[in-house]
């Protein structure tokens, strides 16, 4: 398959909703492989696709400073690392675990008083990545209610240890399975579980305080 027409198969893929599941990972394969050829169009479709995901994973364990700072890392990151990626169908787990890293290396920062890193030198990078659409933004014009919620969801995330808030965020709110968490965090499946159970009580009396009962 020609890179232009694994670029333009995936465009399609992505406005039909219809698309098989099947046919979506075999294109999203043409385009890994593409980028680990260098071939910067094609990261910028895996970019669009991922983006969203990644920022939602990096605000839930890192709040909103330095959000965009640290998506971009996490994509620049990704983009030097994929010409190493020999299992290319798990690059979903891979990027949350670069995600994952991303939080761990701007928690150890903050804990230590660092300086907060300038990503002034990559811009052009992600201003390509974005092409002049403003992907970051989820909604124009934001419900209340919805942002009420989505403080108070914050908060509870912040009472939680890192390790907790975790396996909440990419369990619970990423919808990511127990497997593919054990992996990310790289820790036994047996200790998301463990992690899971005490982080949901910890939320529950959390919410339970706010008044809202569950």
Known sequence: MSQMLAQE???????????????????????????????????????QRYQQRVRSTLYQLCGKSLLDDLVQEVFLRAWKGLPKLKKTKYFATWLYRISWN???????????????????EKSWDYEQLN????????????????????????????????????????HDLE?????????????????????????RNLFKKFLEQQGISL
């Open 9 to 47: 198969q995936a465009i399609k893929a992505d406005k039909e909703t219809e698309t098989s599941v099947q046919t979506k990972q075999e294109l999203e394969q043409e385009l890994i492989l593409l980028c680990q050829q260098g071939d910067r169009q094609s990261f910028r479709l895996l970019y």
């Open 102 to 120: 991303v939080a761990t290396d701007q928690r150890r920062k903050l804990a230590k008083g660092r300086d907060k890193t300038s990503f002034n």
């Open 131 to 170: 092409q002049g659409k403003n992907l970051s933004n989820i909604q124009d014009t934001p419900d209340l209610m919805h942002l009420h919620y989505q403080d108070l969801v914050q908060r509870g995330l912040n009472n939680l240890s890192f390790d907790h808030r975790a396996v909440l965020v990419l």
């Open 175 to 199: 919808d990511l399975p127990q497997k593919q968490v054990a992996e990310i965090l790289d820790v036994p499946v047996g200790t998301v579980k463990s992690r899971l159970f005490h982080a």
